[in-house]
């Protein structure tokens, strides 16, 4: 299949937005969700077709010596800022991007299934806006499709903010629940403010390097920044900035642009309230395709970050403390939604350290494939945790729709009522928690070795975050499918949902136990050149110990009901309370937010403006209105009194004149 | 040097003047001071008969004291009422006026000292003003002629008339 | 006679014969009034499309001449003042922005009550006044202009506005002749200085070709005219018109003035003080440039605070034309092609925007925030048209206001001094604080719960409403999907103007 | 008849009361309420100016005949003004009942 058909696969969904967004509204419901699942598979057949013709396919440029070259389709100017300086609307293949093509499409076509059925309610009547809502998918789709094949920066920039949008619209779906207006307005504004400084990053980045693309294009005779690294960062050297060098400054802005998107401590706070949205919507953005943007960003970057060290420890630093502390919250959530959601924050996380551990030196390097062993790592795992992570919020919204609730306590012994559901969401588990031969083992101890080979201290902790992560899930599966006797209502029992809901589980169930066999170290690898790994025997049969370990004590807390778990709560009451709060980073937002930046400056700003600059001017009028009505006195309109001030300045003016004369 | 009856004629002239200029804005009585205006008048054209201007003398009687002051008269009598012919004046107001009207007399008088040179002429001879000569003038359109002053005098005159007769009408 | 070859000069006589026509109508039936009113629009809107077209020709044709379809018409000898009509890429888009705004200005206007006829007089007035301004290069004509459309404003407010009006049309008008007279100081100053030599003359042209004004007279009258047009350009802090005299316009009135008049103001700041006088830019533009700076955020942050529909918008207002005059400041052809398309977005979308305030207005008759609610159930057109107006103005990609701002803030950033990266720094922060008040109203306004059930009953636009918004909301999305075709149009007129820039450091 | 009184009749002589006149015109309508004695006072002063043309006339420029016209038209205009003022206060005081000045006061705003 010719690579160009990328064009159809990024076309599909816009053209798919606009038709549903303009005429579906007139059309019938049911009509346009199958309208919408139509395109999308059209849609995910051709991806897979780019994406497999691009990985084993002919030979359509992009390999040259057995290493992948970044093919790129399609390439034309859409804003010229100057001769030089020109963002273009194109279309790149490399490893990464393929593989996200795959990511994204095979998430969004289980996504766009199953809300055929969850958009229902019981009795199979589609719900309000369910027009609206394919259309936002398709938004959604297409915006991250065309994030992912960007040819430069800006392209991607731009494609932030379009996936910003949708998110946002998707996130506010509910539009009258205010939680759900108030949820998608912290998700657009936290994300917006990364990407300020997204933004500031590619301006100082753009202005060294004079371009956005990525590669330079044969046929413009340009330059890219990633052409040449070195090269790229030596016009940069020049200048600094409180002591670090013009470049450093800008990729760690960038960096921040895609913590922001993806979820990185202090920016992670949108998230949890994201799951707000429909949870088909938080399957597909909120856990396996938005929120890996960031990663994606600094992969995409990463022949940068690897030349500018400085950046890169920041990312490793901030990616090991996330993935920690999002662990630790993710450990005493009650609400499913979000439990999973500091998951997804804890395993992102993972990625981003991941990718900042993979340039570090050390023995291990010649064993393990050089310094883009972590890279492939962040990339792979970002490809099982889609998968599985997708599964998992499928699951839980099988439950939530099952019983119209987030809350596990709701829950408890479903495994009787919902035995699909059930095994899908342990597999879910078990790939999470790295148990072989389920995809999150390959992924994760790819990323362990990685972490080992920076040093021993971050092999441990990344370690230990492992093992919290199984203890979490497995709690999280204990509690909802265990723990007690659910308590059967008498109108509708809890059971599988239909045939579009299950279906979409049983292959994202199928592809977690099979994905961790893909060969990705041959074949997405930054350089584009294979990777010989071997399975580090060491390091897996830990990882693998641990995970058990962090089962088996959730199985002994949480499998039965039994009074261990609120003892330890109530021993370490503020510990727990502290995680439970998510340890009060909301309310320092709120208090920066509405105390600090609202009621200190707003306000402020709003009074001396019309205090002030409004009373400068009211005061002139003001002014002028006195003097007037004291002038319009002297026009009294009695002729004597003119007669008086007439004469008397004649007079004056006589004498002075006279004076004058005189001397 | 002036004959005897000269030096005379330009006392009584003068004092009148002077005189009955001061009765005229000094009386109480507005229909004294209508009077005294009257006199101030004959004085002025007694003036212009000395300064050999005799049509403008005829002039100055015939229009001013014949015509205005009339007019004066009868508005006087026309407004007054009987009792209130005594108009009494604030200090202030008064002595506001003295000051104002000796300042500019002041003033003037002292340009008036300054320009010696004029104000030391004496009469030249000059030939009679006829009346021939007069019409002449005032009907001619060559240099020195006055027909379009003339003729706008008469226009506005006549908008004076048709004015009078509109303020005038009882509406 | 000559000069009606030249197109432009229809651009005068298009609203003047509607204006006849408009006089010509009974004061009794609507009907008429409209029909005359949307020919006129029309017209406008065919002649500014046929300019688009006869200028592309010229230039494709390799015409490389700074302005196209010049004539001259001698108007009073012995000043040397003329009608001299010319165009360069910046006027041609903003005749374009202005005839499509006067069309979606008549519909929203549609039920203009009372006295729609001279509603409509007064409006064309306006028009033909702003179409004039972009037509002419000659400083006395430009001037003469720029009143002829200042002034209905004050009848069109203290007529048909609401809430405090007087005090608005008051404001507003005297405000705005304050800033008409600095800039006509200014401009006697740069007439009599013209020339070093020669004949005097007010042509920018040959102004700008003599370039003879005196490096200290430069100081004194830059800031002059600066001022002058910045006045209109609600530069901080002389932009306290600008809430006030929205608040109370009515809708069309304050679609067509934020939506071109205010653009006015930036288009004279660069075509007259900024190139005309370029020593003085080059030493004097850090001040404006910080005000400007000031601007941007002061505005953005004021906006967050206020509960009158109206009010935010004039605020957001305040911040965008800052950027435009901000971006003009940084003397290069990036920076001053971005404010272009700053002003055409903040056009376009500051027009939409009171149109749909006007519109729920209309129906709710109240524009404060907190008594409405869920308004995306009652009236979703609007609602949807609300949404897309606030995501223009936020900056989202494919719609225009992306695409301007990011130009602005790739043009700044071309300068390499710590003061206007700072600046620049502080500029983008806008984006951050639009964000946050048009979610804010978007959330209160459209979405949750209805506040008032009363307003349950309400309808949903009409169509001549919905012409009206969906014509600027076309225009928006054209703007940020094909951004090269305006680029490609405007940005070499700003060759001459950067190159006098550079020549007079 | 050399001896006894001598003196010169110079313009300085005649001008004195020309101006005395001036200035009772000047006290008078400054200080009069009454609007006919305001009129009886802007004679006089229009009489003085007359004098004044007169006099330079004959004595400065004695073969021309400027400010003898000039009096004569001013004559003429004095007399047209007065009887149309006249008419106006008489038409006032239909109204007002009064010619006080100060009463007179309804016509301004």
């Not at chain 1, 900035?241 to 470049?247: I, L």
């Given at each position: 299949m010719p690579l160009s058909y990328t064009i159809a696969v990024i076309a599909i969904p816009l053209l798919m937005f606009l038709f549903l967004g303009l005429v579906g509204v007139k059309m019938e419901k049911k009509l346009t969700g199958i309208l919408g699942c139509i395109g999308m598979l059209v849609t995910t057949v051709l991806a897979y077709g780019v994406a497999l013709t691009y990985f084993f396919g002919a030979d359509q440029g992009q390999m040259t010596d057995g290493v992948r070259q970044a093919v790129t389709v399609f390439n034309p100017d859409w804003l010229s800022f100057s001769k030089t300086l020109v963002v273009r609307m194109g279309i790149m293949l490399d490893p990464i991007a393929a593989m996200m093509l795959i990511v994204i499409t095979t998430v969004s076509m289980m996504v766009h299934l199953y809300s055929l059925g969850y958009m229902c309610d019981h009795h199979g009547h589609a719900e309000k806006g369910f027009q609206r809502y394919y259309a936002f998918l398709a938004l959604f789709t297409f915006s991250m499709l065309g994030l992912v094949v960007a040819t430069n920066l800006f392209q991607i920039f731009i494609f932030f903010e379009m996936v910003g949008v949708s998110s946002y619209l998707l996130i506010g779906f509910y539009y009258e629940s205010p939680a759900a207006i108030h949820a998608s307005k912290k998700a657009f504004i936290v994300t917006r403010l990364a990407d300020l400084f997204f933004l500031v990053g590619i301006l100082i980045l753009s202005f060294y390097t004079n371009t956005f693309d990525f590669f330079g294009s044969e046929v413009n005779g340009i330059a890219g920044m990633l052409d040449n690294p070195q090269a790229s960062l030596a016009q940069a050297g020049t200048a600094s900035f409180m002591g670090c060098s013009a470049m450093a400054w800008a990729l760690t802005f960038i960096f921040i642009g895609g913590a922001g998107k993806s979820a990185m401590y202090p920016l992670h706070i949108w998230l949890p309230d994201a799951m707000e949205g429909p949870t088909p919507v938080s399957a597909l953005i909120h856990a396996a395709t938005m929120v890996v943007a960031g990663v994606y960003l600094v992969a995409r970057l990463f022949p940068l970050y690897v030349i500018e060290q400085g950046?890169?420890?920041?990312?490793?630093?901030?990616?090991?403390?996330?993935?920690?502390?999002?662990?630790?919250?993710?450990?005493?959530?009650?609400?499913?939604?979000?439990?999973?959601?500091?998951?997804?924050?804890?395993?992102?996380?993972?990625?981003?350290?991941?990718?900042?551990?993979?340039?570090?030196?050390?023995?291990?390097?010649?064993?393990?494939?050089?310094?883009?062993?972590?890279?492939?790592?962040?990339?792979?795992?970002?490809?099982?945790?889609?998968?599985?992570?997708?599964?998992?919020?499928?699951?839980?919204?099988?439950?939530?729709?099952?019983?119209?609730?987030?809350e596990n306590d709701q829950m408890h012994g479903l495994h009787k009522y919902m035995p699909i559901t059930s095994f899908a969401f342990l597999i879910g588990c078990l790939a999470i928690a790295g148990i072989p031969p389920f995809a999150g083992f390959w992924s994760k101890d790819e990323i362990l070795v990685a972490a080992y080979q920076k040093g021993i201290g971050w092999g441990i902790w990344m370690s230990m975050v492992a093992g919290m992560t199984a203890f979490y899930m497995f709690r999280i599966y204990f509690l909802i499918f265990h723990w007690k006797e659910h308590k059967v209502h008498t109108e509708h029992a809890p059971a599988d949902q239909p045939w579009t809901m299950t279906l979409p589980l049983i292959i994202l169930a199928a592809i977690s136990v099979v994905a961790g066999f893909v060969p990705a170290a041959k074949l997405v690898t930054w350089d584009g050149a294979p990777l010989h790994t071997q399975l580090n025997w060491t390091v897996a049969c830990t990882s693998v110990l641990i995970a058990c370990v962090g089962i088996g004590?959730?199985?002994?807390?949480?499998?039965?009901?039994?009074?261990?778990?609120?003892?330890?709560a109530d021993r370490y009451r503020g510990l727990w309370t502290a995680a439970y709060k998510r340890f009060y980073m909301d309310e320092l937002y709120q208090f920066i937010t509405h105390k600090v930046i609202f009621q200190g400056i707003c306000k402020p700003i709003a009074k001396f403006d019309r205090a002030i600059i409004d009373g400068f001017f009211n005061m002139l009028a003001e002014v002028t209105n006195t003097v007037s009505f004291g002038i319009r006195k002297l026009q009294s309109g009695s002729i004597q009194a003119y007669v008086y001030v007439y004469f008397f300045g004649a007079l004056l003016i006589a004498a002075v004149t006279a004076l004058f004369v005189i001397f | 040097m002036e004959s005897l009856g000269n030096i005379i004629m330009f006392f009584v002239i003068v004092l009148s003047i002077i005189v009955f200029s001061v009765l005229t804005v000094t009386t109480r009585r507005l229909l004294r001071s209508a009077t005294y205006l009257l006199f101030v008048l004959f004085a002025t054209a007694a003036l212009y008969f000395k300064m050999d201007y005799p049509f403008l003398g005829a002039v100055q009687i015939a229009v001013y004291a014949g015509g205005i002051v009339v007019l004066f008269v009868f508005s006087i009598l026309l407004t007054q009422h009987p009792d209130d012919d005594a108009e009494s004046l604030s200090k202030p107001r008064k002595w506001l006026g003295i000051v104002a009207a000796l300042a500019g007399v002041a003033l003037s008088a002292a340009a008036l000292f300054g320009y010696a040179k004029f104000c030391g002429r004496l009469v030249p001879a000059m030939d009679d003003v006829t009346m021939e000569k007069l019409g002449r003038f005032l009907l001619s359109t060559e240099k020195w002629g006055y027909l379009l002053p003339f003729e706008a005098v008469s226009v506005l005159l006549l908008a004076c008339i048709i004015g009078g007769v509109v303020i005038a009408r009882r509406r | 006679m000559e000069i009606f070859s030249n197109i432009l000069i229809y651009f005068v006589i298009v609203p003047l014969l509607t204006l006849l026509g408009l006089a010509l109508c009974s004061n009794r039936g609507i009907a008429a009034v409209r029909a005359v009113a949307v020919t006129g629009a029309t017209a406008l809107v065919g002649l500014a499309g046929w300019l688009v077209y006869m200028f592309l020709q010229a230039r494709g044709a390799g015409d490389t001449s700074e302005m196209i379809l010049r004539t001259d018409v001698t108007w009073y000898a012995p000043l040397n003042i003329k009608l001299a009509l010319g165009v360069d890429g910046v006027s041609v888009v903003m005749i374009v922005l202005s005839a499509f705004i006067v069309f979606a200005g008549v519909f929203a206007s549609w039920k203009m009550n009372p006295l729609p006829k001279q509603f409509f007089l007064w409006f064309y007035l306006l028009s033909t006044g702003v179409f004039g301004f972009f037509i002419s290069i000659d400083l006395f004509t430009m001037f003469m202009f720029y009143e002829v459309a200042l002034i209905p404003m004050y009848l069109l407010i203290g007529v048909w506005g609401s809430g405090n009006k007087n005090y608005s049309a008051m404001k507003l008008t005297l405000m705005l002749m304050g800033g008409s007279a600095f800039l006509m100081l200014g401009i006697i100053g740069i007439y009599f200085h013209s020339s070093a030599n020669g004949q005097l003359t007010m042509n920018i042209l040959e102004i700008a070709r003599n370039n003879a004004i005196p490096h200290d007279w430069q100081l004194w009258l830059f800031p002059l005219t600066f001022i002058g047009f910045g006045v209109l350009g609600a530069m901080f802090p002389f932009h306290t018109w600008s809430p006030d005299g929205h608040a109370s316009a009515p809708t069309a009135?304050?679609?067509?003035?934020?939506?071109?008049?205010?653009?006015l103001g930036g288009y004279g700041c660069f075509r007259i003080a900024i190139y005309l006088m370029p020593f003085a830019a080059n030493e004097l533009g850090w001040i404006f440039l910080t005000l400007t700076g000031i601007s941007i955020v002061y505005g953005a942050f004021s906006a967050c605070v206020q509960t009158d529909l109206k009010y935010i918008n004039a605020y957001s207002s305040v911040s965008h034309c800052g950027m435009v005059l901000f971006a003009i400041l940084m003397f290069n052809t990036t920076a001053m092609t971005g404010a272009v398309l700053q002003m055409l977005s903040h056009g376009l979308m500051t027009a939409l925007?009171?149109?749909?305030?006007?519109?729920?207005?209309?129906?709710?008759?109240?524009?404060d925030i907190r008594d409405m609610g869920g308004m995306m159930q009652i009236m979703p057109y609007l609602g949807v048209g609300y949404v897309l107006a606030g995501l223009a103005s936020l900056?989202?990609?494919?719609?225009?206001?992306?695409?301007?701002?990011?130009?602005?803030?790739?043009?700044?950033?071309?300068?390499?001094?710590?003061?206007?990266?700072?600046?620049?720094?502080?500029?983008?922060?806008?984006?951050?604080?639009?964000?946050?008040?048009i979610l804010r109203v978007v959330g209160k306004l459209l979405f949750g719960a209805v506040q008032n059930e009363r307003h349950r009953e309400l309808t949903d636009a009409t169509w001549e409403e919905r012409l009206s918004t969906a014509t600027l909301i076309i225009c928006v999305a054209i703007i940020g999907c094909f951004p090269n075709f305006f680029v490609n149009i405007i940005s070499d007129s700003f060759l001459p103007i950067v190159k006098a820039l550079t020549q007079a450091v | 008849m050399n001896g006894g009184l001598t003196m010169n009749l110079t313009l300085l002589l005649y001008l004195i009361p020309s101006l005395i006149m001036f200035g009772c015109g000047v006290y008078g309508f400054m200080t009069r309420k009454n609007m006919i004695a305001i009129m009886i006072s802007l004679?006089?002063?229009?009489?003085?100016?007359?004098?004044?043309?007169?006099?330079?006339?004959?004595?400065?420029?004695?073969?021309?005949?400027?400010?003898?016209f000039f009096t004569l038209f001013a004559i003429a205009i004095a007399a047209a003004e007065t009887a149309l003022a006249l008419a106006i206060i008489i038409n006032v005081f239909r109204i007002a009942k009064d010619v006080d000045i100060n009463k007179i006061n309804k016509l301004k705003f």
């Amino acid at each position: 299949m010719p690579l160009s058909y990328t064009i159809a696969v990024i076309a599909i969904p816009l053209l798919m937005f606009l038709f549903l967004g303009l005429v579906g509204v007139k059309m019938e419901k049911k009509l346009t969700g199958i309208l919408g699942c139509i395109g999308m598979l059209v849609t995910t057949v051709l991806a897979y077709g780019v994406a497999l013709t691009y990985f084993f396919g002919a030979d359509q440029g992009q390999m040259t010596d057995g290493v992948r070259q970044a093919v790129t389709v399609f390439n034309p100017d859409w804003l010229s800022f100057s001769k030089t300086l020109v963002v273009r609307m194109g279309i790149m293949l490399d490893p990464i991007a393929a593989m996200m093509l795959i990511v994204i499409t095979t998430v969004s076509m289980m996504v766009h299934l199953y809300s055929l059925g969850y958009m229902c309610d019981h009795h199979g009547h589609a719900e309000k806006g369910f027009q609206r809502y394919y259309a936002f998918l398709a938004l959604f789709t297409f915006s991250m499709l065309g994030l992912v094949v960007a040819t430069n920066l800006f392209q991607i920039f731009i494609f932030f903010e379009m996936v910003g949008v949708s998110s946002y619209l998707l996130i506010g779906f509910y539009y009258e629940s205010p939680a759900a207006i108030h949820a998608s307005k912290k998700a657009f504004i936290v994300t917006r403010l990364a990407d300020l400084f997204f933004l500031v990053g590619i301006l100082i980045l753009s202005f060294y390097t004079n371009t956005f693309d990525f590669f330079g294009s044969e046929v413009n005779g340009i330059a890219g920044m990633l052409d040449n690294p070195q090269a790229s960062l030596a016009q940069a050297g020049t200048a600094s900035f409180m002591g670090c060098s013009a470049m450093a400054w800008a990729l760690t802005f960038i960096f921040i642009g895609g913590a922001g998107k993806s979820a990185m401590y202090p920016l992670h706070i949108w998230l949890p309230d994201a799951m707000e949205g429909p949870t088909p919507v938080s399957a597909l953005i909120h856990a396996a395709t938005m929120v890996v943007a960031g990663v994606y960003l600094v992969a995409r970057l990463f022949p940068l970050y690897v030349i500018e060290q400085g950046a890169m420890d920041i990312i490793c630093v901030v990616g090991a403390f996330t993935a920690f502390y999002a662990a630790a919250i993710a450990c005493v959530q009650s609400d499913i939604k979000r439990a999973l959601a500091f998951s997804t924050i804890s395993q992102i996380a993972f990625m981003m350290t991941s990718l900042a551990v993979s340039s570090a030196g050390g023995e291990l390097i010649q064993i393990h494939g050089g310094y883009g062993l972590g890279y492939m790592a962040s990339m792979f795992h970002l490809f099982t945790h889609a998968m599985f992570k997708a599964l998992l919020f499928l699951c839980a919204g099988a439950i939530i729709h099952a019983v119209h609730s987030n809350e596990n306590d709701q829950m408890h012994g479903l495994h009787k009522y919902m035995p699909i559901t059930s095994f899908a969401f342990l597999i879910g588990c078990l790939a999470i928690a790295g148990i072989p031969p389920f995809a999150g083992f390959w992924s994760k101890d790819e990323i362990l070795v990685a972490a080992y080979q920076k040093g021993i201290g971050w092999g441990i902790w990344m370690s230990m975050v492992a093992g919290m992560t199984a203890f979490y899930m497995f709690r999280i599966y204990f509690l909802i499918f265990h723990w007690k006797e659910h308590k059967v209502h008498t109108e509708h029992a809890p059971a599988d949902q239909p045939w579009t809901m299950t279906l979409p589980l049983i292959i994202l169930a199928a592809i977690s136990v099979v994905a961790g066999f893909v060969p990705a170290a041959k074949l997405v690898t930054w350089d584009g050149a294979p990777l010989h790994t071997q399975l580090n025997w060491t390091v897996a049969c830990t990882s693998v110990l641990i995970a058990c370990v962090g089962i088996g004590l959730a199985y002994k807390m949480y499998y039965k009901e039994n009074p261990l778990p609120q003892r330890l709560a109530d021993r370490y009451r503020g510990l727990w309370t502290a995680a439970y709060k998510r340890f009060y980073m909301d309310e320092l937002y709120q208090f920066i937010t509405h105390k600090v930046i609202f009621q200190g400056i707003c306000k402020p700003i709003a009074k001396f403006d019309r205090a002030i600059i409004d009373g400068f001017f009211n005061m002139l009028a003001e002014v002028t209105n006195t003097v007037s009505f004291g002038i319009r006195k002297l026009q009294s309109g009695s002729i004597q009194a003119y007669v008086y001030v007439y004469f008397f300045g004649a007079l004056l003016i006589a004498a002075v004149t006279a004076l004058f004369v005189i001397f | 040097m002036e004959s005897l009856g000269n030096i005379i004629m330009f006392f009584v002239i003068v004092l009148s003047i002077i005189v009955f200029s001061v009765l005229t804005v000094t009386t109480r009585r507005l229909l004294r001071s209508a009077t005294y205006l009257l006199f101030v008048l004959f004085a002025t054209a007694a003036l212009y008969f000395k300064m050999d201007y005799p049509f403008l003398g005829a002039v100055q009687i015939a229009v001013y004291a014949g015509g205005i002051v009339v007019l004066f008269v009868f508005s006087i009598l026309l407004t007054q009422h009987p009792d209130d012919d005594a108009e009494s004046l604030s200090k202030p107001r008064k002595w506001l006026g003295i000051v104002a009207a000796l300042a500019g007399v002041a003033l003037s008088a002292a340009a008036l000292f300054g320009y010696a040179k004029f104000c030391g002429r004496l009469v030249p001879a000059m030939d009679d003003v006829t009346m021939e000569k007069l019409g002449r003038f005032l009907l001619s359109t060559e240099k020195w002629g006055y027909l379009l002053p003339f003729e706008a005098v008469s226009v506005l005159l006549l908008a004076c008339i048709i004015g009078g007769v509109v303020i005038a009408r009882r509406r | 006679m000559e000069i009606f070859s030249n197109i432009l000069i229809y651009f005068v006589i298009v609203p003047l014969l509607t204006l006849l026509g408009l006089a010509l109508c009974s004061n009794r039936g609507i009907a008429a009034v409209r029909a005359v009113a949307v020919t006129g629009a029309t017209a406008l809107v065919g002649l500014a499309g046929w300019l688009v077209y006869m200028f592309l020709q010229a230039r494709g044709a390799g015409d490389t001449s700074e302005m196209i379809l010049r004539t001259d018409v001698t108007w009073y000898a012995p000043l040397n003042i003329k009608l001299a009509l010319g165009v360069d890429g910046v006027s041609v888009v903003m005749i374009v922005l202005s005839a499509f705004i006067v069309f979606a200005g008549v519909f929203a206007s549609w039920k203009m009550n009372p006295l729609p006829k001279q509603f409509f007089l007064w409006f064309y007035l306006l028009s033909t006044g702003v179409f004039g301004f972009f037509i002419s290069i000659d400083l006395f004509t430009m001037f003469m202009f720029y009143e002829v459309a200042l002034i209905p404003m004050y009848l069109l407010i203290g007529v048909w506005g609401s809430g405090n009006k007087n005090y608005s049309a008051m404001k507003l008008t005297l405000m705005l002749m304050g800033g008409s007279a600095f800039l006509m100081l200014g401009i006697i100053g740069i007439y009599f200085h013209s020339s070093a030599n020669g004949q005097l003359t007010m042509n920018i042209l040959e102004i700008a070709r003599n370039n003879a004004i005196p490096h200290d007279w430069q100081l004194w009258l830059f800031p002059l005219t600066f001022i002058g047009f910045g006045v209109l350009g609600a530069m901080f802090p002389f932009h306290t018109w600008s809430p006030d005299g929205h608040a109370s316009a009515p809708t069309a009135v304050s679609m067509l003035h934020a939506g071109v008049l205010m653009k006015l103001g930036g288009y004279g700041c660069f075509r007259i003080a900024i190139y005309l006088m370029p020593f003085a830019a080059n030493e004097l533009g850090w001040i404006f440039l910080t005000l400007t700076g000031i601007s941007i955020v002061y505005g953005a942050f004021s906006a967050c605070v206020q509960t009158d529909l109206k009010y935010i918008n004039a605020y957001s207002s305040v911040s965008h034309c800052g950027m435009v005059l901000f971006a003009i400041l940084m003397f290069n052809t990036t920076a001053m092609t971005g404010a272009v398309l700053q002003m055409l977005s903040h056009g376009l979308m500051t027009a939409l925007f009171f149109a749909l305030i006007g519109m729920i207005y209309g129906r709710t008759h109240t524009r404060d925030i907190r008594d409405m609610g869920g308004m995306m159930q009652i009236m979703p057109y609007l609602g949807v048209g609300y949404v897309l107006a606030g995501l223009a103005s936020l900056g989202l990609p494919g719609l225009s206001g992306f695409v301007a701002e990011m130009t602005i803030f790739v043009g700044a950033f071309e300068h390499a001094d710590t003061f206007r990266r700072v600046l620049t720094i502080a500029a983008t922060c806008s984006i951050v604080i639009t964000a946050v008040y048009i979610l804010r109203v978007v959330g209160k306004l459209l979405f949750g719960a209805v506040q008032n059930e009363r307003h349950r009953e309400l309808t949903d636009a009409t169509w001549e409403e919905r012409l009206s918004t969906a014509t600027l909301i076309i225009c928006v999305a054209i703007i940020g999907c094909f951004p090269n075709f305006f680029v490609n149009i405007i940005s070499d007129s700003f060759l001459p103007i950067v190159k006098a820039l550079t020549q007079a450091v | 008849m050399n001896g006894g009184l001598t003196m010169n009749l110079t313009l300085l002589l005649y001008l004195i009361p020309s101006l005395i006149m001036f200035g009772c015109g000047v006290y008078g309508f400054m200080t009069r309420k009454n609007m006919i004695a305001i009129m009886i006072s802007l004679e006089l002063m229009l009489n003085s100016i007359d004098i004044n043309f007169v006099l330079f006339n004959r004595y400065l420029f004695p073969d021309q005949m400027e400010g003898m016209f000039f009096t004569l038209f001013a004559i003429a205009i004095a007399a047209a003004e007065t009887a149309l003022a006249l008419a106006i206060i008489i038409n006032v005081f239909r109204i007002a009942k009064d010619v006080d000045i100060n009463k007179i006061n309804k016509l301004k705003f």
